[in-house]
């Protein structure tokens, strides 16, 4: 995957998080723990693009 589409995508999930927290009226812990998932999905999913691990997803053999 191309490095600029790793960033337009990153951006994407960014502000799609910030309009949730920003605009989505919700306790301060679940802001967090969004922030959080979203944060976690995005390192894990860079360093599969990375090649440091394998599909985490997918048939089991």
Do not use: C
Not at 6 to 16: H, P
Not at 29 to 52: D, H, N, R, S
């Amino acid at each position: 995957m191309p490095l600029i589409s790793v960033i337009i995508w990153i951006a994407v999930i960014g502000v799609v998080v910030w309009l949730i927290v920003t605009y989505v009226p919700m306790p301060q812990p679940f802001k967090t723990i969004i922030i959080v998932i979203a944060v976690l999905f995005i390192v894990l999913w860079f360093i599969q693009i990375l090649g440091i691990v394998g599909p985490t997803i997918g048939p089991h053999r």
